[in-house]
Nanobody
Framework: QVQLVESGGGSVQAGGSLRLSCAAS????????MAWFRQAPGKEREGIAA????????YYSDSVKGRFTISQVSAKDTVYLQMNSLKPEDTAKYYC??????????????????WGQGTQVTVSS
């Protein structure tokens, strides 16, 4: 079992920045990808950033590319999401997820087994 705990959410004005953290614990061996997803009210959960073990590969959705950066320290233990140039449309609950093995699509919900409880990000105009 892998436990994931997100932190760092909050309220910020448009153009501002936030950094989310995801702390992983438990049996992290075998989790080769970690990712951030988000879900806005009334919308489906979408994958926005993913990172492979040791940060060798990163993936971003078009909606956040160039503004958000995913990074990892102490392989598999902590994953960050640096969010810059935030927009009101970035308002959502942000979730950390961990995949066992190698997902076919690193930004697809179906590739991930473990999920955190989420942290709210609200961006005002």
């Amino acid at each position: 079992q892998v436990q994931l705990v997100e932190s760092g959410g909050g309220s910020v004005q448009a153009g501002g920045s936030l950094r989310l953290s995801c702390a992983a614990s438990g049996t992290t061996h075998g989790t080769n990808y970690m990712a951030w997803f988000r879900q806005a009210p009334g919308k489906e959960r979408e994958g926005i950033a993913a990172i492979s073990t040791y940060g060798i590969e990163t993936y971003y959705s078009d909606s956040v590319k160039g503004r958000f950066t995913i990074s990892q320290v102490s392989a598999k233990d902590t994953v960050y999401l640096q969010m810059n140039s935030l927009k009101p449309e970035d308002t959502a609950k942000y979730y950390c997820a961990a995949a066992i093995g190698y997902p076919l699509d690193s930004l697809s919900i179906s590739g991930y087994t473990y999920w955190g409880q989420g942290t709210q990000v609200t961006v005002s105009s």
